[in-house]
C-alpha cells in the first residue's frame, strides 16, 4: 500500500476545521479566524513536532507510522471508521483485533475533557496512557504518545529511574507488584498478542526487579488503590483511584479522586494556577 498525500493532507485539514479548542480542553481565545485547531495545537495533543505536522497537511511529509496515526486520531477525535480511512490513506493497513483496542471513543474523550477538576485518565490494559484531561496532565505529567513503550506506565516505572522521585519511596515495592500483577493478568487475557510479548520482553531485559516479580505469577486486576503523588509545586497529595472497566476489558477509565476529609480538592485547583507538569507516569 502506497501513501496518497493529497488526500491524507485534505482529509487532516478537515478533520482538524471541525474540532473546536474547548472539544480538547483548550481556550478558544479572541484571535482565532477558524473555529478548529491550529496545527500547533494538534501537534502538541498528538505529540509530535509542529514542523512535522505542518509538512503531512502541505502533502510532503514522510509517511506516517502506525503509532504516528493512533496519536492523531486521538487528537482530531476521529470515530473507528475514520480512523480506519486515515490509515488507508497513509498507506497502512487499518489495525485490528486487541491493536484496534488503542482508539479512544470520541464519547470518552469528551467527557474526559468535561472532568475539569478531577485527574483523569483512559489506559489500555498494558497500561498504555491513551488519553488524560488537563487536570491529570498538570498533576502527573505529559506522556509520549507516538513511541510504543513511551507512554507505558509499566515500562516507564521499571525503565526510568526518575520517574518515582515522584512518588514516596516506602510506596515504591508495592506499586511495583501492583503494576506487574495488573499486566500478568492483562498478558494472559491477550495471550500470543505481539505488542504484549514485545512488551513484556523488553520490561524483562531492562530490569531485574521485574523479572523477579514477573517470576512471582501474582495475578491482581486492579480496580481500586490509593495513590500519593509528591509534586514539587502543591506538595504530596493523597487520592483515591478508581478504576472503571469498559465492557471489552482491554481500556480503563482511571479517576483520581480526594479522600474524604482531605485537603486535596482545594490544593488540585491550585494547579490551575501554578500550571506546567512535572512528572511523566503514574501508579
Not at 505529559?142 to 521499571?158: I, K, L, M, P, Q
Amino acid at each position: 500500500m502506497t501513501i496518497d498525500r493529497p488526500q491524507l493532507s485534505a482529509f487532516l485539514r478537515r478533520c482538524r476545521d471541525r474540532v473546536r479548542p474547548q472539544d480538547v480542553g483548550l481556550a478558544a481565545g479572541p484571535r482565532r479566524r477558524a473555529p478548529g485547531l491550529r496545527r500547533e495545537e494538534v501537534a502538541q495533543l498528538a505529540g509530535m513536532s509542529a514542523d512535522y505536522y505542518v509538512r503531512l497537511e502541505q502533502a510532503r511529509g514522510p509517511q506516517p507510522s502506525p503509532q504516528m496515526l493512533d496519536a492523531l486520531a486521538r487528537a482530531l477525535r476521529l470515530t473507528a471508521d475514520e480512523r480506519d480511512h486515515l490509515y488507508l490513506l497513509a498507506g497502512h493497513r487499518p489495525p485490528a483485533g486487541a491493536a484496534a483496542g488503542d482508539h479512544v471513543a470520541p464519547g470518552l474523550l469528551h467527557l474526559l475533557d468535561r472532568l475539569t477538576t478531577t485527574p483523569a485518565q483512559v489506559l489500555s490494559d498494558l497500561g498504555d496512557v491513551l488519553a488524560q484531561n488537563a487536570v491529570a496532565q498538570a498533576l502527573l505529567g505529559g506522556v509520549c504518545t507516538v513511541s510504543e513503550h513511551g507512554r507505558n506506565v509499566v515500562w516507564r516505572w521499571f525503565a526510568d529511574p526518575a520517574v518515582r522521585a515522584a512518588y514516596p519511596a516506602d510506596d515504591h515495592d508495592r506499586y511495583s507488584r501492583m503494576h506487574v500483577a495488573d499486566l500478568r493478568a492483562a498478558t494472559a487475557r491477550r495471550a500470543g498478542d505481539p505488542a504484549a510479548v514485545r512488551l513484556v520482553a523488553r520490561l524483562r531485559e531492562a530490569s531485574e526487579e521485574f523479572r523477579e516479580l514477573w517470576e512471582l505469577h501474582e495475578v491482581a486486576v486492579r480496580r481500586h488503590s490509593r495513590v500519593r503523588v509528591l509534586h514539587d509545586l502543591i506538595g504530596p497529595v493523597e487520592l483515591d483511584c478508581q478504576v472503571l472497566l469498559a465492557p471489552e476489558g482491554d481500556q480503563r477509565l482511571v479517576l483520581y479522586t480526594p479522600p474524604p476529609g482531605s485537603d486535596t480538592a482545594s490544593r488540585l485547583a491550585l494547579l490551575e494556577v501554578v500550571g506546567t507538569p512535572q512528572f511523566t507516569n503514574v501508579p
